[in-house]
């Protein structure tokens, strides 16, 4: 396979946010504290997770991973947002934009194979708790996660590499602030069929399958809360798990809005904002869910608060 690019369009202009001239500057400082927030909020987890002797378990070594990827997704999509936001439009070369989308791609769906393998961490936890920390011994947690990241960079590379191949002969303007595989494919002029059929032979086993793997897990969690004899212990039960199901309905709920939901009628603006929740929304609310939810990060950034003073 060739993988020299066959196109007269040497780069793409984002068109970002229309008719908002007036209100640049106030989005731009929205949206950068948005980003410093989910910096700061992603990172302080990573942190904590590092150096607390509390947070030494399974289920924070993955909330680590799934933190450091909401860092990157957004830092591959909000500083370029930014610049596109002040310029009211900025063009990207060919290869940042299959770049873009390949990273984007490759770190949305290894949130999708993370979330699968928290709630993994879960059944385990809540349905066989004798043989929990036998099973789920440090070497198993290593390959999960090593599995999570290596095979989604994999499955994205299928479908991307053939975004290579396509021709642009113009125009090359995208309605967006971000390369998202729609909008780019509507401007080739090469047959994309072949794309098409990979993105839904790839795309679907990797978001339904985990997302199927989750609510027979949860399935399985409920039925063992339920079994519980006290309220007490149910509620200490569900609440391991209530953080990490907030967050599988915040990730999945604005996933399906935008890319499983049809998109025909809706507005390019209204698809921006669906986008919006998707690359921001979601990496914003994980820190804060198990900030507030989970009692053991909320104890370990209080005890690193006192030990700073």
Known sequence: MSWKNQTSVKEFWLLGFQNVHNFKIPLFIFFLAIYISILIGNL?????????????SPMYFFLANLSWSDVIITTIVIPFMLSVLLKSKASITFSGCITQLYLFGSFAITECFLLTVMSYDRYLAICNPLRYLSIMDLKLQVHLVTWSWVLAFFLTIITVSQ??????????????????????????????????????????PVTAFPLGFIIVTYTFI???????????????????????????????????????????????????????LYTVLTPLLNPLIYSLRNKEIRTAIQKSINEWK
């Not at 039960?237 to 809005?257: N, Q």
């Open 44 to 56: 302080l987890i990573i942190a904590l997770v590092i150096v607390s002797k509390n947070l030494q």
């Open 163 to 204: 975004m290579w191949q396509l021709k642009f002969c113009g125009p090359n303007v995208i309605d967006h602030f971000l390369c998202d595989p729609v909008p780019v494919l509507e401007l080739s002029c090469s047959d994309t069929t072949v794309i098409q059929i990979l993105k839904l032979y790839v795309g679907l």
């Open 222 to 276: 409920l039925m063992t809360i339920m079994k519980i004899s006290t309220s007490s212990g149910r509620q200490k039960a569900f609440s391991t798990c209530s953080s990490h199901l907030t967050v599988v309905c915040a990730y999945y709920g604005t996933l399906i809005s935008l890319y499983v939901i049809p998109s025909n009628g809706l507005s390019v603006e209204l698809t921006k904002v669906q986008s919006l």
